[in-house]
């Protein structure tokens, strides 16, 4: 409950009371308690109703004091006995824009009626509920915004604006809950609080000018401006706001330009006019007061100017951003109305390009950032506002007072060769003519000279101007984020660096949207800049060589990788720029000013791959050969591409071959990150220094987040122990710590002879390496040809697509879709794609394709749909698009694959071939897949393929045997292994009939899934569980028509469509009944199913739910007497008998019966928690829990996470 009002807090007390309480020795109690005190308000309880703890010496007990009801507000001293309670109204900006986020709209609306931490003066019991607020805004005549408003829009825009935004109705029909909370949320904060506090100051000073000293409505204006969360001290908090005051904190913050201590210029002057404001008033000075007023408007202005253009940046760079579109759409229509009476036609500007939302007809920002700045800056100077308090370039006239060109140190080392531009406009040749360029690359030279600098720089002040100071556009800092939208959407590399650190455990996994996903407390996009920052101020003190290190592995790296996959996007595109070729730039960030190949000292990329390298033997190829080779025939690609007319196929060429260059640049990071794991753990000497550590930890941050896409699980582990547990390492773990990441090099495209043996450390014998075989096993199965296990690496595309939707990288996900990227083709050139494999070549699975696209109806295409978020997906969470893309890859296109590789091998039985088992192998591969392994029924939880549907179906229905594995698996893998046999003897109708069963099999578990999420969505009308009803129905709906037409209109009825806002027309009773009759045609064995489906007096969860209440006809009455219900509750009250069992029970097999089994209060004690999600997901509190709980998202289904399980289960 304090983590909606305090983050900071509750990641304090949840470290120190949750992960880290190891023994209660551990725990600074009176730490705790004092933390727990501070934030009483949150739960809104006192210290008197709480009372002291005893157990506690009293000369170690902190002072608990309630917070004055005038409490200070960032230095500004209140009068008013009421400022507490207005300001408390931030929570409940908070609290709404959290539950509209986790979709539970009815809750929001309910705080948004009527309110939840914020009190009314005038009722000692209620609460100011922000819609009121929305009434008054307009009683003070002298409030000629409020009139602005109100002749702009009407009486109630603001308020149907945010019921609208809270929904999901009016413009908001389409738009995602993560967009609709940013909408909520600033139009609360910028039009309602906004236009409440200037009414509120106009009628402190009409008390006034009536001779009255009371500053309580200047005092409500404050605390409505700056809100409770921002603190008592001067400059507020760091990121705890959620009102106005918090937007100026935020735009210094992001553009590095608040003041000494961190603060924002802007609102220093904001408190002082409002200070002074309320001296005045008290003064009985009036006309000085409303002097301050009218500052105090102009200020907000200018906030608001300065925030529209920092969403115009974000737009401009990156069009699809739904969430900075919507906060753009929200800020313009809040400034559109103050805009008008000074510059009607700059107004006319930014209302059309910004004006408009959700269902518009035109695309935001049509006129271009430019036009639209122009038009602010007209604004800007009809109103008088000071440019140089924004933070924004709106006012291109003005001089931002900082001189790039004298920024860091002039000690620059010069270079031994000349980097001029030669007469024909392109830079020398690189490395003494080993790559020469076609472009202008010395300003991404220089960098590399810079980093020199680093290294030798004294101080930590002298390494950050280095990294900081430009040569150009470009500097150490900047030279990714210069481009960096274009990145995210081009690099998958970038994107798969962002998903790793945002699961990791410094990662904030709150929100679901990308602008506001967290790494370390800070905005995940700017990752790198926050591991430099961190290490330049890491405890241990500046150490050059380190923070050069950093440099070149998080920034250097990372943009090498972003520079090669943009030369992709500019082939297909057809957009090659005329000046810096990315290849160009690629290969001067390697490169660098290295001059001989023999030479490893310098600080360039080159030379730091080429000293990895003297650390191991027996490597298959050497790095920088390869780099070389590899970027000069990628240049040559990207020149021949500007004259090809088959842009595509030859862009697909440069994919792979990028693909093949970033592997290779992988060997030194991995080579790396073992000598430093080595050094770690004493195996190379006295190496355990303070330093050291800071190294692993680096290329820990560096490897790790690579396995993410592939093993959540290991790189969890991984991430704890060498990352935020770094400083209590065991040495005793490098065996097996070693072993692991060996295990997962197929994962990073690695092999053992890549990566060498280190020469460095003797331990490393002690683990040898080992490729898998050349035909690995598949759970259990044994190929018979090796080219499964490339195709049993579909499963990491199914992964990387569905991280990459997390990340909202939607053209990077469909092109994984289309074109792959990690299931390599026997030629070498190319990858198996997934929608590749959806087109059958066999004929008996063609005519089965037919029915998916035939009449008119293409029911493929919600793969499609679902990855690029359109269509009926456009308005859902990343986490929810990320659970429909998952389902439809693998019960349309990977199911559809399957089938098609079992009778492609039975086609050249029948012709007498002697390779049927590759296709069969395959049929495999793609049932499986590689993350679930070689051992027999698979791995608990890693996998992503029909196999783990299976899987997952039995442990919701309770079904799965003994080892707690799928019996339908099982068998599927033994038909497999019989098919396999009967084609090695060319007993091809036997094989055939092995292939129709194991196709009646997976049906099976189509079925099974249906069921559930059928069943799931009726008790609990849950739209995720609708969604994943609707992707496996339209995955049955074609089989089911070729056997009986009105089983298929039935379902394609009740779930054919989403979204809908009448789930099962027809009721989940006919549905489950027209199931169960197409299992009886289909011919299915009911008992391979994992639901008991076939059981026709089995009842949906929602018929065992009524809400009939019983009256208590029996006088039943509760304490003793002292409480007489008007329900029968006589079954419910004896759960206490069932606590007293648990608490007296002799060992935890007992208690755990009573707990999970027990019903005969009528229900268990464990379904209090499991049906916790269908009876409250529209409450407050139990969201809370929930969001603030949450520690990872399962991207197959759309759930989130807690302790790895479903995060709506956190009490079981």
């Known amino acids: 409950q304090i983590r909606i009002c305090d983050k900071t807090a509750y990641n304090g007390l949840y470290d120190m009371l949750v992960t880290n309480a190891k023994s209660a020795a551990g725990i600074d109690l009176s730490k705790a308690l004092g933390m727990l005190q501070d934030r009483y308000v949150c739960l809104g309880i006192t210290c008197e109703e709480v009372g002291l703890p005893d157990f506690i010496a009293e000369a170690s007990r902190p002072t608990c004091v309630n917070p004055p009801e005038n409490i200070l507000i960032v230095g500004y001293n209140g009068t008013s006995d009421m400022l507490l309670d207005t300001a408390l109204t931030d929570l409940d900006v908070r609290a709404i824009g959290t539950l509209v986020e986790m979709e539970a709209n009815n809750a929001a609306m309910d705080i948004y009626k009527w309110g939840r931490y914020s009190k009314d003066d005038d009722i000692s019991f209620g609460y100011s509920p922000i819609k009121d607020l929305t009434t008054d805004l307009y009683s003070n005549d002298q409030n000629f915004v409020s009139k602005d408003y109100i002749t702009k829009y009407g009486d109630n825009f603001q308020d149907e604006i945010i019921i609208n935004a809270i929904q999901g109705t009016g413009d908001f029909e389409s738009v995602s809950p993560r967009s609709r909370r940013v909408a909520t949320e600033a139009a609360i904060v910028t039009m309602v609080l906004h236009i409440y506090a200037l009414d509120a100051m106009y009628t402190g000073i009409d008390y006034c000018n009536k001779g009255d000293q009371d500053t309580y409505w200047w005092d409500d204006a404050v605390a409505s401006l700056v809100g409770w969360a921002e603190g008592t001290e001067t400059g507020g908090s760091v990121n705890n706001g959620f009102l106005f005051y918090n937007i100026a904190q935020y735009l210094c913050d992001v553009s590095d330009t608040c003041k000494d201590g961190g603060d924002s210029e802007i609102n220093r002057l904001l408190m002082i006019a409002l200070t002074e404001g309320k001296e005045s008033l008290w003064a009985l000075n009036c006309a000085a007061a409303e002097s301050r007023l009218a500052d105090v408007e102009l200020i907000l202005e200018t906030v608001l100017v300065d925030l529209l253009a920092y969403f115009v940046e974000q737009i401009s760079s990156n069009p699809v951003d739904e969430d900075s579109v919507s906060h753009g759409y929200i800020v313009a229509t809040a400034l559109v109305p103050l805009m008008t009476s000074y510059a009607a036609g700059a107004a006319s500007t930014i209302e059309t390009n910004l004006g408009s939302f959700g269902k518009r007809s035109v695309d935001v920002l049509t006129d271009g950032k430019d036009v639209v700045f122009g038009a602010l800056e007209t604004f800007v100077t009809a109103r008088g506002i000071d440019c140089n308090l924004l933070t924004r370039n709106v006012c291109v006239s003005v001089d931002d007072g900082v001189d790039d060109s004298s920024s860091g140190s002039e000690n620059i080392v010069d270079n031994d060769v000349d980097f001029n531009v030669t007469n024909d406009g392109t830079s020398s040749p690189l490395l003494s ?38 040569e150009g556009s470009l500097s150490l800092k900047t030279v990714l984020p210069g481009r960096h939208k274009t990145h995210e959407r081009t690099n998958p590399i970038l994107n798969i660096y962002m998903y790793g650190l945002w699961t990791s455990e410094d990662g904030e996994n709150e929100n679901i949207g990308l602008s506001s996903k967290v790494f370390d407390n800070k905005e995940l996009e700017l990752f790198w800049d926050t591991i430099v920052s961190d290490e330049l101020g890491k405890d241990s003190g500046y150490n050059a060589l380190l923070t050069a290190e950093t440099i070149r592995v998080v920034i250097m790296w990372i943009s090498v990788t972003s520079y090669l996959y943009e030369s992709i996007y500019d082939c297909r595109e057809g957009s090659q720029p005329t000046t810096t070729h990315p290849v160009d730039a690629a290969a001067a960030l390697w490169f660098g000013n290295h001059i001989s190949s023999d030479i490893s000292d310098g600080a360039s990329l080159f030379a730091w791959a080429k000293r990895s390298e003297n650390n191991f033997e027996d490597q298959s190829s050497t790095v920088n050969d390869e780099m070389v080779d590899r970027l000069n025939s990628l240049q040559e690609s990207y020149e021949f591409c500007k004259a090809e007319l088959n842009k595509q ?163 990077l996900a469909i092109d994984i879709y ?139 229905f309770d079904t799965c045997d003994e080892n707690d594995n799928s019996p339908v698996n099982g068998i599927i893998i033994q038909k497999f292994s019989n098919g396999q046999d009967f084609l090695e003897q060319l007993q091809c109708d036997d094989a055939l009939n092995s292939a129709k069963e194991i196709e009646k099999l997976i049906e099976s578990i189509l079925i099974d899934n249906l069921t559930y999420r059928s069943m799931t969505a009726s008790s609990s009308f849950d739209q995720t569980s609708f969604l994943l009803a609707h992707i496996t129905a339209t995955a049955l709906v074609p089989l089911m028509r070729s056997v009986d037409e009105t089983i298929a209109d039935v379902i394609e009825t009740d779930l054919g469509t989403f979204p809908v806002d009448d789930y099962f027309p027809d009721g989940i009773d006919t549905v489950l009944s027209s199931l169960r009759k197409y299992v009886s045609l289909k011919g299915i064995d009911c008992s391979l199913l994992s639901s008991s489906l076939c059981d026709e007096t089995q009842l949906s969860d929602a018929e065992q739910s009524s809400d009939t209440v019983k009256p208590n006809d029996s006088g039943h009455t509760l304490v003793n007497g002292t409480y007489t219900p008007t329900s029968d509750v006589s079954d419910l009250a004896s759960i206490s008998s069932l606590v007293h069992t648990i608490c007296n029970a002799e060992n935890s097999e007992i208690a755990i019966e009573a707990y999970s089994s027990d019903d005969s209060a009528g229900l268990t004690i464990q379904s209090m928690s499991t049906n916790a999600k269908s009876a409250m997901s529209d409450e407050l509190m139990f969201n809370q829990y929930v969001v603030a709980l949450s520690d990872g998202v399962e991207k197959t289904d759309g759930s989130f996470l807690f302790d790895d399980k479903p995060a709506h289960h956190y009490a079981d």
């Open 818 to 956: 289309k074109y792959g990227r990690n299931a390599k083709k026997e030629d070498s050139i190319s990858y198996t794609a997934i929608q590749d494999l959806s087109n059958p070549k066999s004929q008996i699975v063609t005519n089965i394709y037919d029915r998916f696209i035939n009449d008119g109806v293409d029911y493929t295409r919600v793969t499609e749909a679902s990855i690029l978020g359109v269509d009926e997906f456009k308005s859902l969470s990343p986490l929810r698009k990320s659970a429909a893309a998952s389902l439809s890859i693998v019960t349309i296109d990977l199911h559809l694959a399957i089938l098609d590789a079992m009778y492609q091998g039975i086609d050249v039985c029948n012709q007498e071939g002697t390779d049927a088992n590759r296709h069969w192998d395959e049929a495999v591969a793609l049932f499986a897949g590689w993350a679930e392994g070689v051992q027999e029924r698979g791995s608990d939880s890693d996998g992503y393929l029909m196999f783990n549907i299976a899987q997952q179906i039995c442990q919701r």
């Open 433 to 470: 003519g080993a790559y020469t360029p076609v472009s202008n690359v010395d300003d991404f030279i220089k960098l590399t000279e810079f980093l020199s600098a680093i290294e030798e720089s004294a101080t930590v002040e002298e390494g950050q101007s280095f990294y900081t100071k430009s």
């Open 649 to 811: 196929e030859l862009s697909n060429k440069m994919r792979y071959d990028v693909d093949a260059i970033v592997r290779v640049m992988t060997i030194p990071l991995v080579q790396y990150f073992i000598v430093h794991l080595s050094a770690q753990s004493g195996i190379m000497g006295d190496s355990q220094t303070e330093d050291e550590v800071d190294y692993m930890i680096l290329y820990a941050l560096s490897v790790l987040p690579l396995i993410s896409i592939c093993d959540e699980e290991v790189f969890g582990k991984l991430y704890t122990e060498l990352v935020t547990g770094a400083r209590s390492y065991d040495p005793l773990k490098f065996s097996e710590i070693l072993k692991t990441l060996q295990d997962r090099y197929p994962c990073l495209g690695l092999s053992c002879s890549d990566i060498g043996i280190s020469v460095l450390s003797v331990s490393t014998d002690e683990v040898p390496c080992q490729d898998p075989a050349s035909s690995p096993g598949i759970v259990g199965y044994e190929p018979t040809y090796g080219t499964s296990f490339e195709m049993s690496k579909i499963d990491l595309d199914v992964s990387t697509i569905l991280s990459l939707v997390l990340m909202e990288a939607h053209d």
